[in-house]
């Protein structure tokens, strides 16, 4: 037994016996109800015990059925769930048992019984408490009564009572005589039976259409007693009755399936939602019937209550179909938004990517930018502050890298810590869209710090379909996060190697990456660039690993053979470079840090513009730092000797506008660092 059972058991073993006794009272009845009704149905039907058996049974013990089917009803409804609703049904059988009771007492041996009477008081007070008892087990079981409840209950109900009315009330009205009382009063009844069924089938459709237990014992109860009523009334219309058939225990047998549903378990409250086959069955099964009672009329008339209920139980399925189709298009709908946005930031998923990128590829309206970003640092941060935290950092990122974008193009989140940008540009956009989207994908604090690697296609010149164009940037992206991760880790050997030959050496590679560093900020490098910028100035002379000891340390000039041994060492550390993963951008840069601005550099003897940008860069930075660096075959000169020097060879072997910002920013922005660290140090 599991623990809740547990717990139900030692709650039941806490109650009082007198809890225990009223919980039991119910069942006592329901039993005592089903034992008379089976004495009841052997000798109505084999006249055991002749005629004065039969008229104990006939006139008592049939309405006992009545009476101890009423008592388990109010049993159950002195219980908490549900009481009310099973008090007023008690009341309605209670009500026609007494009745048939003064009708055996006081009518049932005259020869002309009066009519109406006090009888008919007793079984018309039937209905209106069990219409009564029906609407609050509705109340009770169904939480929300949405558009389609009421609809469907509308078309149940409007539908039997067609049916019913057209089959039962024609027929009464036609044999209807006497004063306007007994008229009334013989009308009431199939009035009454074609409310109760259309009540009950009301009921089911605001239910869902949810046949439980206590809708089954209870319905069939119902329908039972109104189906009896039904066809009583019909036959002695007819004058066909006659007592003694089985159609005399269809009133004591629908108490007895009644008694059997209060005793049932309590409904449960819930939202009820239509799905599977009652979407499709339940209104069309109706639309059938009123339809054929539709046509019906055109053969033999029927009665224009049936037909107006008919009439409007179509209106009800028309209504109804028009919230269906309209619940299904905002079903669509929601689930196409679903489809392509990311649950977590509400931003473009990776459908909603490709099928973006299919349409530019279709439509080409111009030069557009994809941008893929993924984040450095986030799995530790994940790891340190938990998911929760993760979840919400990358909302926050997400809403900022779309503030970033506004309206220029659109923003995806493709799984993971990746993000991706569709934007309207070129390549000459390219370097601020990259500043400011990376820019909105960073945060730090006190234990963590927060960037990101990108890669870019520019579209359509470097694709034309959404395949290749994710591939290009994907892989360019990954090289980048290859010189924060795996390339780094290439890179700190090969710095090794470099210190460990010439620890002079060492010393200048970390100088250049300083200076480089400073200037591609100040020229605004980020992200990829500016990794770039550093990795490659830090590995610049490792090509000077494979050159003889005598020719790097020569404290003279070389001559033309050594010279051409010195000039093929940006070469040889390409191949070095290139040989680690993630490293190829650096080794290209690496190749063209001796090229000249004036075409007479080597390897290739590029000139100007055609230079990387971040070979022109470690040029001036590695030409800065060996001037005012000892060197074997001269001393180190000043600082101002060496900017002069620079600003002399501006032009021809340096790019003239990086000679400028790298003396008026990028120094000076370097030593005030210096001085702020210096100080903290001294503080």
């Known amino acids: 037994m599991g623990a809740h059972g547990v717990s139900q058991l030692w709650q039941r073993r806490r109650q009082s016996p007198a809890k225990r006794w009223i919980g039991r009272v119910p069942l006592a009845c329901l039993a005592a109800t089903v034992v008379l009704f089976t004495l009841v149905a052997v000798q109505l039907r084999t006249g055991f015990g002749g005629t004065g058996v039969s008229r104990l049974f006939t006139n008592w013990l049939y309405d006992g059925v009545g009476v101890v089917a009423g008592a388990t009803c109010l049993a159950r409804g002195l219980r908490r769930d549900e009481g009310a609703a099973w008090i ?53 079981s169904v939480l929300d009564f949405s558009g389609v409840v009421w609809i469907d209950g509308l078309i149940g109900g409007f539908t039997v009572c067609s049916l019913a009315t057209g089959l039962v009330l024609g027929a009464v009205w036609r044999t209807s005589t006497g004063s306007f009382a007994s008229v009334a009063t013989n009308l ?20 869902g259409w949810k046949v ?4 089954l014992l209870l319905g069939g109860g119902l329908i039972l007693f109104a189906g009896a009523d039904s066809l009583y009334l019909f036959e002695v219309a007819h004058g066909t009755y006659r007592y003694g058939t089985w159609l005399d225990l269809g009133w004591p047998a629908g108490f007895v399936l009644i008694a059997a549903g209060s005793c049932a378990a309590p409904l449960h409250r819930a939202r009820r939602r239509l799905e599977g086959m009652p979407l499709l069955v339940a209104p069309v099964v109706m639309a059938v019937v009123c339809l054929g009672i539709e046509v019906w009329d055109h053969f033999h008339r029927v ?24 619940e299904y298009l905002s079903l669509l709908r929601l689930t196409r938004t679903e489809s ?40 530790a941060y994940n790891d340190t502050f938990g998911h929760g935290a993760g979840d919400a950092l990358l909302q926050r990122l997400g809403g900022r890298l779309r503030d970033t974008v506004g309206d220029r193009g659109s923003v995806f989140r493709l799984g993971g810590d990746e993000f991706c940008i569709l934007v309207n540009g070129s390549g000459v956009d390219l ?16 234990a963590f710090t927060i960037s990101c690697s990108s890669g870019h296609a520019i579209l359509p010149q470097e694709a034309d379909n959404s395949h290749d164009a994710l591939q290009v940037a994907d892989r360019r992206m990954y090289a980048e996060k290859g010189l ?15 210190a460990e030959r010439d620890e002079s050496l060492g010393h200048h590679t970390s100088g250049v990456a300083e200076y480089s560093a400073a200037l591609a900020a100040e020229l605004g490098l980020v992200g990829s660039d500016a990794k770039l910028v550093r990795a490659a100035a830090e590995l610049h002379d490792v090509g000077k690993l494979a050159l003889p000891e005598t020719v790097l340390q020569k404290p003279g000039q070389l001559d033309d053979d050594e010279w051409k041994i010195v000039q093929q060492h940006t070469l040889i550390g390409e191949r070095i470079i290139a040989a680690a993963e993630g490293l190829d951008n650096v080794s290209l840069a690496v190749r063209s840090t001796h090229e000249r601005w004036d075409g007479n550099g080597y390897p290739d003897g590029l000139h100007g513009d055609e230079i990387p940008l971040a070979a022109r860069v470690i040029a001036i930075c590695d030409a800065y730092d060996a001037i005012t660096s000892d060197r074997p075959y001269r001393p180190a000169r000043t600082s101002e000797q060496a900017l002069a020097e620079l600003r002399a060879s501006a032009g021809s072997q340096f ?6 910002t790298f003396i008026e920013r990028a120094l000076p922005a370097l030593a005030s660092r210096s001085t702020v660290r210096a100080g903290r140090a001294i503080g």
């Open 88 to 140: 007023w049904i008690a009341a309605g059988v209670f009500a026609w048992t007494a009745g048939d009771a003064y009708y055996t007492i006081a009518l049932q041996s005259m020869a002309t019984p009066p009519f109406p009477s006090f009888a008919d008081v007793g079984y018309l007070g039937f209905y209106l408490p069990v219409f009564v008892g029906l609407g609050l087990l509705v109340r009770s």
């Open 431 to 446: 370097p601020w869209v990259r500043a400011a989207t990376s820019a909105s994908l960073r945060e730090s604090g006190e």
């Open 655 to 660: 790019d003239p506008e990086l000679v400028e």
């Open 212 to 215: 439980n237990r206590i809708w």
């Open 340 to 379: 392509l946005t990311d649950a977590l930031t509400g931003l473009g998923n990776r459908r909603a990517l490709g099928r973006r990128l299919d349409e530019f590829f279709v439509t080409k309206p111009g030069n557009s930018l994809l941008l893929l970003f993924d984040l450095d640092g986030f799995k």
């Open 303 to 326: 009665q224009t209550v049936a037909l107006l209920a008919a009439s409007l139980g179509l209106l009800a399925v028309i209504g109804r179909l028009a919230i269906t189709f309209n």
């Open 484 to 498: 924060g991760i795996g390339g780094r880790e290439s890179r700190g050997v090969l710095l090794q190697a470099l």
């Open 188 to 207: 009431a009844y199939p009035t009454g039976d074609a409310l109760l069924l259309s009540l009950i089938f009301c009921a089911l459709g605001l239910s």
